[in-house]
């Protein structure tokens, strides 16, 4: 039996019952990308996250646990978390 849930006909859905839960995507025989919602978190674990669009963040900071580097059309920046320098574009 196969029961599909469609929450536009409910005014309001919660989900969890007070607990943290984890969305399993299961795309390929690879590695399964989840997200798990917690006490006012998100947690993505994925290999490639795309975004189209402006990305806002707002009253928070971005905690990279490696170099993070920004870039477009060839123009890039990268931070070096455990220095906190930043890096020239590597060529």
Same mark, same amino acid.
């Given at each position: 039996?196969? =029961?599909?849930?469609?929450?536009?006909e409910v005014g309001t859905t !919660? $989900?969890? %019952?007070?607990?943290?839960?984890?969305? *399993? $995507? &299961?795309?390929s025989a690879g590695t399964d990308? @989840?997200? %798990?919602?917690?006490?006012? !978190?998100? @947690?993505?674990? !994925?290999?490639?996250?795309? $975004?189209?669009? &402006? =990305? %806002? =963040?707002?009253?928070?900071? =971005?905690?990279?646990?490696?170099a993070l580097t920004i870039g &477009?059309?060839? &123009? @890039?920046?990268?931070?070096?978390?455990?220095?906190?320098?930043?890096?020239?574009?590597? *060529?």
């Amino acid at each position: 039996m196969t =029961i599909n849930l469609d929450t536009t006909e409910v005014g309001t859905t !919660t $989900f969890g %019952a007070g607990a943290g839960i984890t969305w *399993t $995507f &299961d795309a390929s025989a690879g590695t399964d990308t @989840t997200i %798990a919602f917690g006490d006012n !978190t998100q @947690t993505f674990t !994925t290999g490639t996250a795309t $975004f189209t669009g &402006d =990305i %806002a =963040i707002g009253g928070g900071n =971005i905690n990279p646990s490696a170099a993070l580097t920004i870039g &477009d059309n060839g &123009d @890039t920046l990268t931070l070096d978390s455990p220095t906190g320098m930043f890096l020239p574009p590597v *060529t």
